[in-house]
Every structure is written in C-alpha cells, then in structure tokens.
C-alpha cells in the first residue's frame, strides 16, 4: 500500500490521509500548514463556483445529445475532462503553494511534522 505524503513540505502521513481527503481534517494540515488548508479552501470554492455551473450549461445546451448518446455516458464524457483539468489546475497551483511554503520555512522541510 502506497504511504500518503504531505503534499507541501513531504512528510510521511499515515495511510489514512489519502491525496484527495480534505486537508482540514488531517491533523499534520491543521497543525503545520493551517494556510494549506485555506488555500485548498479557497481551491474548492473557486472550482464549485466556476465548473459546476459551466457543467450544467453545456449539459442543458446539449440535451439532445445526451438523449442521443445516453445521459450516463454523456456525463461521463464531460465529467471525465473536467475531473483532469481540475487536478491538473490543482497540482499547478499546489506546485506554486509548495514553492512559497519552501521558501518560507527552509529549515521545515523533510523534518517529522
Ligand atoms: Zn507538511
């Protein structure tokens, strides 16, 4: 079984704490980087307010679609990219969060947490 790590600063953190659980209820988030769980806060606000809109309008412009292709499948090819992009939009930020963290606290790194 693959061991969770720390998405800021890498430390080990128990199995548990799986990439895509919500910060805010990892202990090591909420003692060592409390900024990292707003940040990832914000992240999902963001992403509530501009995707799932986004979804439901090209969802409701394609109805005919939908009933061509099936509503399941068809879901599942908008749902499919999007899931993507939002990782991809994630990791890119995490990566500038990462990098400003490090900055911040050069000492911390790899320390236990
Ligand atoms: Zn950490």
């Known amino acids: 079984m693959r061991v969770a790590r720390c998405q800021v600063c890498g430390v080990q953190l128990s199995r548990w704490a799986l990439r895509f659980r919500n910060p805010a209820r990892i202990a090591h988030y909420r ?4 900024d990292f769980v707003k940040w990832n806060g914000h992240f999902v606000r963001k992403l509530m307010a501009s995707g799932l809109p ?3 309008g090209v ?7 939908a009933q ?18 939002v990782v991809r939009a994630w990791r890119r930020d995490l990566a500038r969060f990462r990098q400003d963290w490090t900055k911040s606290h050069p000492s911390d790194t790899l320390s236990q947490g």
């Open 54 to 56: 986004l979804i439901v």
């Open 68 to 85: 061509l292709y099936g509503l399941p499948r068809y879901l599942s090819l908008i749902f499919i990219p999007y899931f993507y992009i």
């Open 59 to 65: 969802a409701f412009a394609n109805y005919y679609l």
């Open 31 to 34: 003692n060592i980087h409390p």
